[in-house]
């Protein structure tokens, strides 16, 4: 067992009281007040055999610089982004968040509220996620959204759990080009929804709208992701229309940074979209917490899993904000609610909120079209075979490296470059595969030395 | 006050982006491209800045006074939690990268999971789950997972009758058959009644203890014999924990899987609705069956491990809300075994909030409770036609967020209250002053409470012209203008959830 | 708004707070006033659609109000040949006149002898005197 790498301190009344207001004579005038001798007394009714008369076996109490040494020390043993030239991306993504998103989402009020359920006290953050919902609502061209799912990958359950109960089917289908870890968590909610789940292999990169058509008979609905996982541009409009021949509900999985370029969802015939909401506004913080969204036509508003806040008036006419349509949820419906979701991923919203309203339609377009044309830079540049060179992509595109990659991924750290993502992790057959990643914090100059250090390391 | 739609004016723009020359243009087909541009906002910082200062001046929090509601635990969020979260080393790492280069943040997991355990005197920990939901989802695909190794069919979890919404909402989605087990007059579950519902089909029970009516079951023993003498498996709903820590352990009770609401009893900020962290701690016998990947030591380093073929797969990606990971660490850590004295001084502040108030209203449980305890407002409506609702609105022009209403659904008019650990003697007695005010306002002037709030930025809302009419975003020149619609009765009794 | 208390004599009654009127091999169905009571301002009522079978004690809707949802409960069997679209629209119109134009659906009855396990008004107003 790893040794404690703090020195401990001998634990005196300044380290424990410091959250605690009590002195000892607040607990004697209330203990008195209550009518018992002792706070042991308090705990009567436990019975003694449950009664645990240990001491917890935890390290003693830090004071706070002890705390922030101990917390640093630890922080310090991680490579950071900014320590190392990265492309790697994978689902996962370092765009820049703007300082204006750290400021809010430090804000004491917003930070320590509650979820909304006393409208009066809280219209600060149900106007911040209507807003939010109107945001997500425009980028995916979608009717209606809810408060935010936990991340990209539940959300994912969310809409097959939607579109179970929308089309009375349990089939549903997924793409192989969708992120794989999307598909891992559909796959563990499955059999508790009563969900048969089927795979489509992608083919050169993408996915056949034919034999997706072929897999939508019966289904519920087909998950795709755009761009897909391998970064690749998919036929979405084709797909979408497979779908919606067949009676699926098409369910794009959707990057919000694609969609300042991209064509949202809603105009091509999807009936919901979802996504990871990480790269719009959230640093990567090794995987969470982000916020999942999940956006839907009209169609299925009385079916969307998780909170949804509506406009409406107080007794004197005034504009105001409210949970809305809470007999979906667990706290009215209970066994018969549309989730059991309770707790959101609110503040991280709103910390997208915050980067779209930055960005603006524009800024939202010229960070993709910064995206793409950095990673065409890089494609030219790197002068490594691409995996799809047929393939269209957006930010992230594979390429081949000529051993396995993850060799080559451990050699190029060496050089201080970490050049991206190893497919074969999640796909046989692409040994020597890499996914990289291009977002706007790169600069043609990184991207030159990515070069560099792939030519020597590569094949 | 405005949306920041309707502040917004084109041309104008926050963001300042790099521009580099001659990069090539991008190769998105046609018909892939967007035709019209979203309509975000277009404001410039100054601006933003400003509407988000806003927002936040018209929301209570915990750093604006006092917050009872009952079972959701709003203690103080330590601000140094804060500064260590945002340190680059945690802030700027990527979950895929290699763990060789992570092992500072593979460490605070293993901890924080080797904590989890201690406090709940059991032996194996998932970080993964996202919130307390989401962990009771996970224990019970764990049950699943469990009798299917074993070959056991069992297709039913039994809940209190007053449990929180989410535990038979979890029941469902795991495709499991809800049963729920009565009250007594003490306070507990029903032994007779328990007795009756267990058999062979029984997958386990749910349940939290201390309960929502902040009582410790004095059977707890009993119902843990009963579930295993069955073959069936306990679940414990952390929710409640505050109340225990250090002082009685969920394993000691005989329950096998728990969840822990890292948002409640280990103070991560609830965000306005989220993030929080709900992971499980299990019992050996049910380690097999934990997410993918667990964090095990390797020597003196640590490693994620995904050779798990009896995992249930993956709750959520990656590794759960690292974020909310250490800020949980970094309070455990400032505690250590004094977290003991955490849940004696939640269990104190109750007790003394409890004897203020019980002359006033109606206390259906006649016993000491825990972190928390459900007074009724009955006799009020009773007699002066005043509600729960109304007290509560009222409670908000003396300065407090009310505590939580209409649950548990065992109480009528229910006021679950629950001060937690981090408030001073005086501010207990400030809110039981003004509950006792608010009382003789119900007999003397109930209209005040009917009217209340009346120093908000709104006054009561009208949720049944929300429900109809469902504006869920803003529509921008096909906006409607709700206030010339009626407005329709008060405010509905609606359980206001937890 | 809301209508009075009452329970018209010449209904029939399910024991789920459903109430059944019978005219020539058809039944008119929809919720009592104590269902509508409990329940508060409708917000929406999910009909089931033309053609399709109800089977007694099944529920075939739900019926919605902010604080609470509902199954609607078949007091008896048949297929539907009508649905309130008013109440679609405006569905507290099921909270103002329960028994008039606030009627949920049509059916052309299956199996007539059902009714007889209906409770008649006397019978379910000691339903609700026990609620």
Known sequence: MPRPTARSSRSNRQTRLRYLSLTEGDRERMLAAIGVASVDELFSDIPEGVRYRGRLDLEPPLPEQELVAHLTELAERNVAAGEELSFLGAGIYDHYVPAVVDSVMAQGQLLTAYTPYQPELSQGVLQAIFEYQTAICELTGMDVANASGYDGTTVAADACFVAKHATGRSKVVLCETLNPQVRQVVKTYAPGFGLEVVEIPHRDGTTDPDELADAARDAACVIFQQPNFFGCLEPAPDLAAAANEAEALPVAHVDPISLGVLEAPGKYGCALAIGEGQGAGNHQAFGGPHYGFLAARQDYIRRMPGRIIGETTDTEGERAYVLTLQTREQHIRREKATSNITTNQTLLAIGGLVYLTWLGPHGLRDVGELCTGLAGYAKNRLGLPLLFPNRATFKEFAVRVGRPADDVVAAAREQGVNPGYPLRRDYSGMEDALLVCVTEKRTPDDIDRLAEVLAEVAA | MKLIYEKSQPGRRAASLPRHDDLPAADIPDELRREEPPRLPEVAEPELVRHFAELAARTFGIDTGFYPLGSCTMKYNPRVNERVVAHPGFRDLHPLQEPESAQGALEVMWRLQEILCEISGLHACSLQPAAGSQGELTGLMLMRAYFADRGEERDTVITADTAHGTNPASVTMAGYKLQKVETDARGNLDLDDLRTKVNERTAGLMLTNPSTLGLFDENIEEVAAIFHQAGALLYYDGANLNAVCGISRPGDMGFDIVHINLHKTFSQPHGGGGPGGGPIVVRDRLEPFLPVPAVVPDGDRFRLDYDRPKSIGKVRGFFGPFGVFVRSYAFIRAYGPQLREMSELAVLNANYLLARLKEHYELPFDRLCMHEFVLSARKLKREHGVTALDVAKRLMDYGFHPPTIYFPLVVPEALMIEPTETETRETLDEFADAMKAIAREAAEKPDLLRDAPLGRPVRRVDEVKAAKRAVVRYLYEDHPDLSEEPVTAAAAEAPKGV | ?131
Not at chain 3, 49 to 62: H, L, P, V
Not at chain 3, 65 to 75: C, H, L, R, T
């Open chain 3, 1 to 131: 708004m809301a209508a009075p208390e009452s329970y018209p004599d010449e209904l029939r009654y399910h024991a789920q707070h459903d109430w059944a009127r019978i005219e020539d091999g058809e039944a008119t169905l929809g919720i009592t006033w104590f269902a509508q009571d409990a329940l508060g301002e409708l917000v929406h009522f999910e009909a089931p659609e033309d053609g399709t079978t109800i089977t007694k004690d099944e529920s075939y809707g739900e019926v919605e109000s902010v604080k609470a949802v509902s199954d609607v409960i078949a007091p008896l069997s048949g297929e539907i040949v009508a649905v309130n679209e008013k109440v679609a629209a405006e569905p507290e119109t099921v909270n103002e006149d329960p028994y008039g134009d606030g009627w949920l659906i049509r059916i052309r009855l299956s199996d007539p002898s059902e009714v007889d396990a209906l409770l008649d008004a006397e019978a379910y107003r000691a339903v609700v005197a026990e609620q």
